[in-house]
């Protein structure tokens, strides 16, 4: 179990220590969508969903999310987040598909890619959330990496 990095001697979970790994500026941007109907773009779109403003809630989520994301993955570090910021575009076609990407940042000795996995995960379930009355069959699609930099692994650029 010693090649494991998240084992201890015992075999059992333990954090990774990265006490002496170097600090240096860390991004990442995740990326997830979210399809939904005609009704739910259109209602978006006019600001007239029942429950507010959707995108403007599912900003924050994201945000709130990131700053929360070593308290929902077991073996994540609390991270010192110098930023958070997500982006919402549309692809204007049936089905109508919501674009989330979740950039963040920091400088510290491990990396943010859970982080901006998690906000741009939290933003497609807000935006689910606060639609579902309208529509209960929206798709959130799939949910990836897209760039990450810094740190001894280097900088990663998803390849589509």
């Known amino acids: 179990?010693?090649?494991?990095?998240?084992?201890?001697?015992?075999?059992?979970?333990?954090?990774?220590?990265?006490?002496?790994?170097?600090?240096?500026?860390?991004?990442?941007?995740?990326?997830?969508?979210?399809?939904?109907?005609?009704?739910?773009?259109?209602?978006?779109?006019?600001?007239?969903?029942?429950?507010?403003?959707?995108?403007?809630?599912?900003?924050?989520?994201?945000?709130?999310?990131?700053?929360?994301?070593?308290?929902?993955?077991?073996?994540?570090?609390?991270?010192?987040?110098?930023?958070?910021?997500?982006h919402f575009d549309w692809l204007e076609s049936s089905p109508y598909e919501l674009i989330i990407e979740a950039q963040v940042k920091t400088s510290g000795s491990t990396g943010v890619e859970m982080e901006a996995l998690t906000a741009a995960s939290a933003a497609a379930l807000t935006v689910y959330d606060m639609c579902k009355a309208v529509d209960k069959g929206m798709v959130i699609g799939q949910t990836y990496l897209l760039t990450k930099t810094g740190g001894k692994s280097g900088d990663y650029t998803r390849e589509e």
């Open 1 to 86: 179990m010693s090649s494991f990095t998240h084992f201890n001697e015992e075999g059992r979970a333990k954090m990774v220590d990265i006490s002496d790994k170097t600090p240096t500026v860390r991004t990442a941007t995740a990326r997830t969508s979210v399809q939904v109907s005609e009704e739910i773009y259109s209602g978006i779109q006019a600001g007239n969903m029942k429950k507010g403003d959707v995108l403007q809630v599912a900003q924050i989520a994201g945000i709130m999310a990131a700053k929360k994301t070593s308290d929902l993955i077991p073996m994540c570090h609390p991270i010192a987040l110098s930023g958070v910021d997500l």
